[in-house]
């Protein structure tokens, strides 16, 4: 006799319009935003079985073949949750479960919801074929009404999981047998809740809000599947459970629109949410026919220059890299506590909001943030997408498409990012113009093309950078051109113009990740920088305070929120223990940041070249490869012994550079005389491109000293410092450039402006 799973019982809580489930994991409803009252949890025990050849379909498992194994759903077969706990490449996996339905939900269109399933889903009721959906991070349902049966029906799903394909978006799961660097544990099958859910003949299929916080209103548009003759649809808006809103239209299909205008208007603001309930009722004839509780904030996003305001307003935007993994569930948070407590132990450390990194959360964890006041950015978990693959770029803006549909309504999501870390290939470019689309699937949020790296789409809302340098003085150095003029912004694949920086809200999305040493054993693991604890808030204050000081940046995103396996670099540890108490860091991030307190701070400086850099034309220095005696700085120096020969200095290779003399010893010291009629400039800087630490010396005063390296011609203003050390007539200016490993490179030039 085959193994039958038992059936779940449903008590109907008396005076509740609602159905308790008991003895399940994952109990509750798992779309608060888009929740009827008539639904049955099918998590819990089902049948599992691990196709190591794929023959399933072949030898009939489609039905009536009891499976060896149990498996706890909605936990995924890697994690210890589930019960099962394997580790491995499983390319096939099947589920099998039986089910009734319960009386309350017979006599009503029925349909089967899966919350997520990785990758490939093929599903069979009662040996039918309902069905496929590819993509591992988003919803899909079948109709099931004709197909369901007296008594127990039996459910049937096989999983294709193709990690290593390059077909399928995988994020952070890991393309090797086992976790490494920066990639972790993979996440197979179904790893969100599985349920039934009943509506009437017509009922509302999806819907979109667009909430107006000017016009005190919120618009409505619905697609009401079914017939329409006769069916309006009811919007009732509820604040602190009184009605402040309602609006009656007739059904039109997928352009169902209604217009609800508010009596009481409140902002949904950053650490301040307020929340509106929303009821959504398709009625004929004067009856319900389908009802759907939701919710929804008043919040507008507005970019205007460089500045990306939140309700008019420039919020500047202490993020935190979230990649939503944990110990016991891998993708799958043990409990909708578990999601809570995230937000709660990212708020305590002084972070108002993150980014949803590699990942698409499931939709509990985004209700929480709606109602905790915790902005995110929505982000797609594009790693290990072939992009020079146009079937693998197919299933992923499908399943984009899919993913902005399931959350566009969350007013903490505030931002859009389909992409992390591209390199400059033709596929990546092709990508980042393809999901521009992003723009027009949802109009009222921002969009950034690719988080660090590369930017191929002009049009990108916002741009960014990911930079993990620990020297706060190189740190400092690379963003204080944008701090002073708003126009250089640093960028990670400088040499490329179809990435130039073009004005737009720019943030550091990825710094820091630094793993302290504790006496906690983790096992061995990674982190940039490592250090101990004082040394570590130190280093994170100076990094932080860099960018909280620059009026120009509108927030940062430190990575990360808590261990993950082998990257040791969270604020908290795997376990979501604290590694120390996280209002130290709360007390550094929480001060009001140059971007709330100060106007933008953009110069469009017209340039005026006094002395030359080689970067477009070649320009003639003494040098040397040996320690010069005392006095080399001096204008007055004899440097009539010294080689001679044309800049930039270096090796080639180096990201950024014109070399045309080759350097490639420890240092050099570099020389030139140059002649000003004039030194009466508003503004005066230095062009410099370094490869590593340098120093320049103007008419023997050292004007500026500058650590690390940069990828890029960039100019520094050093007005007072330059009007200090020059002088009309001749003039004198002497480098000496510092390299211990990678690419080298120095050129200066000298510019003003009136």
Sequence with gaps: MAFRVPVIILLLTVGVNTMAQTNIPRPEHPRPDFQRELWLNLNGEWEFEIDNEGIGEQQGWISGKSFSRRILVPFAPESKLSGIGNTDFMTHVWYRRHFRVPASLKGKRLFLHFGAVDWHARVWLNG?????????????RFDITRHVRPGENELVVHVIDETRSGKQATGKQSHERHSYGCVYTRTTGIWQTVWLEATGDTYLKTFHLIPDPDGGRVIFQGWVDGTQKGTKVRLRAYAGGKLVGEEVVPANWRNTIGVLKLSTVKLWHPGKPFLYDLTITVERNGKAVDTVKSYFGLRKITIEGNRFLINGKPVFQRLILDQGFYPDGIYTAPSDEALRRDIELSMAAGFNGARLHQKVFEPRFLYWADKLGYIVWGEYPSWGLNVNDYEAVTYAVQEWREALERDRNHPSIIGWCPLNETDSSKGSALAQILLATTQTMDPTRPWLDASGYVHFVPETDVYDCHDYTQDPQVFAQRYEPFKQMGTRAWNNVPGDPRSAYRGQPYFVSEYGGMRIRTGHSTGEGWGYGETDLQEFLKRYKELTDVLLDNPNMFGFCYTQLTDVEQEQNGVYFYDRQPKYDPALLKAINARPAAYETQPPRVLDIQWVELLPTSQHSAQRWRYTLQKPADGW?????????????????????TPGAVVRTNWNTSDIWLRKRFHLSDVDFKHLALVVHHDEDAEVYVNGRLVASF???LTSYTEHILTDALKGALKPGENTIAIHCRQTTGGQYIDVGIVGAR
């Design 128 to 140: 039918i074929f309902l069905g496929e959906h590819r993509g591992g991070y988003t919803p899909f």
């Design 633 to 653: 700085t001096r204008p007055d120096y004899d440097d009539s012994a010294w080689l001679e020969g044309e800049g930039g200095f270096g090796t080639q290779g």
């Design 707 to 709: 650590k690390g390296f």
